[in-house]
């Protein structure tokens, strides 16, 4: 059974005052604008030791448990708004993984090391117009000319990406068979040929900018590769399941404040005589799904004492995914009908949570990917 220190303690106090302060008052003008001053809002978590938790402390990191990332990751989302929780967990858990595990000493001073003090902004680029969940079919193109490697091609949904000043690219760098094509390279956005082609209007996680990237000539050197030149599909699928590990513990600290925020307002609303929340079926109904959600919570919390003791974390991160992600969007229902008409009002947090909810199932692999994924890990599929 996972036991929080007083350490962890103190850090979810240091955390949810940060995100009370520092985010929730903002989350409308964010959510107005399209994004979120993230230079900003990064050096003042990095004046915490808040943005390399688990990182070596040779490049800023705290060296901390994993435990510390799973408090992060729920204050974050507990706060909310989401796109914000997304950007930072962008920042912290999914453009920076294998740069810490896999990089060379000079990529890690030059761009993790920045990234930890809150000086940069990164992102991911995966996802292609003809490429989403199947990174085998990537068409972006890094060809090698001398010491550099030469890119073509256009990658979408970069979040962080009209912000970032370098991303993660995973990119095709042969014409070899099977997974041993692909490469992982860091790509400064101020790289002559590196645009944002667009700024992506989404329907939810409003507060944070994503992006269409177009590469045309892009030239870095072949020593901005992570790792080993071939083996970027193996270290961004690792990356995957620190994405996907995150995203379902932001998705409980949110789902926990959706359900406390709507039963405080059945309290105080009267039906028929008497507050809604004393209506059976509305008691009902948010018992149950406070239930399933105690069960994911400890079901994350399972998953990282599995990560901490180093064993493959496959399984948990890609069922953590899926039903915390399920359960996510129908909360955000039930949410929204038992405000009733003033729930779908776009002056009321129920909406903007209705919207954000669905890319829970869509982001680091969609609800059916991890249903292929477990069925093959389950046997149920060749």
């Not at 990234?115 to 490429?131: F, K, L, M, S, Y």
């Not at 994911?296 to 399972?302: D, E, G, W």
């Not at 955000?332 to 209705?354: K, N, P, S």
Request: negative net charge; proline residues 3%; glycine residues 10%.
């Amino acid at each position: 059974m996972v036991v929080f220190t007083a350490e962890h303690t103190a850090l979810r106090r240091l955390v949810r005052d940060f995100a009370e302060r520092e985010i929730g008052p903002y989350a409308e003008e964010w959510e107005a604008k399209g994004s979120f001053p993230a230079h900003e809002l990064f050096r003042k978590m990095a004046g915490l030791d808040l943005l390399g938790l688990e990182y070596d402390p040779a490049y800023g990191g705290q060296g901390a448990d994993h435990l510390c990332t799973v408090i992060l990751h729920e204050e974050l989302g507990r706060v909310g708004p989401a796109g914000v929780a997304l950007g930072i967990g962008i920042q912290t858990d999914m453009a920076t993984p294998s740069l810490h595990h896999f990089g060379s000493e000079d990529l890690k001073q030059r761009y993790l090391a920045p990234a930890i003090r809150g000086e940069a902004v990164c992102a991911v680029a995966v996802t292609e117009p003809d490429a989403g969940s199947d990174v085998t079919a990537l068409r972006t193109r890094a060809t090698r000319d001398g010491d550099d490697w030469v890119i073509n091609g256009t990658k979408l949904y970069v979040t962080n990406g009209t912000q970032a000043d370098w991303v993660c690219l995973l990119a095709r760098t042969s014409d070899e068979p099977g997974h041993g094509s692909l490469s992982q390279i860091i790509v400064p956005t101020d790289t002559p040929g590196c645009h944002v082609q667009r700024t992506l209007d989404k329907l939810g996680m409003r507060s944070s900018d994503t992006a269409e990237l177009t590469f045309t000539d892009v030239r870095v050197p072949i020593g901005n590769t992570i790792g080993e030149v071939g083996l970027g599909f193996y270290q961004q699928a690792s990356q995957f399941q620190n994405e996907r590990l995150v995203m379902s513990y932001a998705a409980v600290g949110s789902m926990e404040t959706a359900l406390t925020r709507t039963a405080d307002h059945l309290k105080t609303r009267e039906v028929f005589g008497k507050p809604l929340i004393d209506h059976q079926h509305v008691a009902f109904t948010l018992a149950e799904l406070g239930a399933r959600l105690d069960v994911l919570r400890h079901y994350n919390y399972a998953a990282a004492e599995a990560y901490v003791r180093g064993e493959d974390v496959s399984r948990f991160a890609t069922v953590g995914k899926l039903e915390t992600a399920r359960l996510a969007r129908e909360i955000a229902a039930v949410c929204l009908q038992f405000h009733g008409a003033m729930g779908y009002m776009e002056e009321m947090w129920t909406a903007r949570y209705f919207r954000d909810s669905p890319v829970w199932s869509i982001g680091g692999g969609a609800d059916e990917v991890m249903l292929y994924v477990l069925s093959r890990l389950d046997g149920y599929h060749t």
